[in-house]
C-alpha cells in the first residue's frame, strides 16, 4: 500500500564510526606513541599514563586511522577522559 509520501533513502556503503581512546584513570600522560594519520591495530599503545607512580600503556580499543589526539605530553588527565580518536 503505498501512498506515495515515502522516499527511497540511499544510505552511504562505508558509514565512519569513530572510536575514542579513553583513559582509564587520573594521571598525568607520560608519552604519545602515535600522530594524526598514523594506522593503528586493536591493542596497539597510543600513549602511556603515569598513575599511583606506575607508568601504564594505553591502547587503542580497534583497528584504524588516528584522527584526533586530544591530549599532550605532560598533561593531567581525568578518568574517561578522550585521549584520541581513532576512525
Known sequence: WDTGRHKRVQIPKEV????????PMVG?????????G???GEDDQIATLE???MEM???APA??????????VGQEVEADQVLAIID
Open 16 to 23: 565512519s564510526m569513530a572510536t575514542e581512546v579513553t583513559v
Open 28 to 36: 598525568k600522560i607520560v608519552g604519545i606513541n602515535v600522530k594524526v
Open 38 to 40: 598514523d594506522k593503528v
Open 51 to 53: 598513575a599511583m607512580k
Open 57 to 59: 600503556p594505553i591502547v
Open 63 to 72: 583497528g584504524g586511522v588516528i584522527k584526533e589526539i586530544k591530549v599532550q
